[in-house]
């Protein structure tokens, strides 16, 4: 069912799950995290139940990165709490992510959170941070930067994200944002695909469909879309 099985630590700085379960992805991060190595998740299909963490080794210049066989073939299903979170990005910078798909398995969306960026209070930025071709889909926030007591996020770039089916693909509470930019975003049948509460982002490059409303940018930040296509969404801006 779900292939291979994994190994062990493949090189000194590359280690694989062993498994496919939250618990046995979370083992490899904190087998990962006092060298700040790379947690590599090889092709198959991941079940998680319980929340995933990143976070800081102990060089506070750089991170565990977390990556997949590519969002095919490293597919992950949030089969936990309905009002939980899959993945949590807890002060990890200087890092990078992706190549995997994440899917809200329960019956219904809650409140639940696909990935989220945050870190306690101020200076402590889960940021300086790059994340390529990740799928997101069918939670209530497929993505969140920031949260209360938790604006962390900052300085992260979102290469080819596709968000599907979610209240909002992306909700932003976080005015301690320096930099938060997506090259090639793609929100479909979303309520709203790119939702700035507080903070701001700059979006170069891609196409919504579907949604309610494809951005929502709200005052005190800064704003910035570019060479975007948006077909059958019901407001492109507001």
Known sequence: RHGPEPGGVMTPDTIVPQGYTAAAVQAAIDLATPSNARVLLPPGLYEWAETVVLTNGPYASHGVSFEGSGPQATQIHWKG???????????????????????????????????????????????????????????????????PGGHAAAEIVFRNLLTKQ?????????????????????????????????????????????????????????????????????????
């Not at 005052?219 to 296509?229: I, K, L, N």
Request: glycine fraction near 16%.
């Open 81 to 147: 709490d309905p009002n939980g979170i899959a993945l949590k990005v807890n002060k990890n910078k200087q890092h990078r992510a992706g190549n995997f798909s994440l899917t809200n398995d329960t019956p219904s969306r809650g409140q639940s959170i696909g990935i989220l960026f945050t870190g306690p209070g101020f200076g402590t930025q889960s940021g300086s941070a790059s994340w390529d071709d990740v799928l997101v889909s069918r939670f209530h926030n497929d993505i969140q930067v920031g949260e």
């Open 166 to 238: 979610a209240d909002n693909g992306v909700y932003v509470m976080d005015y301690n944002s320096l930099v938060l930019k997506f090259d090639l975003f793609s929100p479909g049948s979303c309520g709203v695909g790119l939702n700035v509460a507080s903070g701001s982002a700059q979006v170069v490059g891609g196409s919504a469909g579907g949604n309610g409303m494809d951005f929502w940018f709200q005052p005190a930040g800064m704003f910035a879309v570019q060479d975007f296509r948006s077909e059958g969404s019901g407001v492109f801006l507001a």
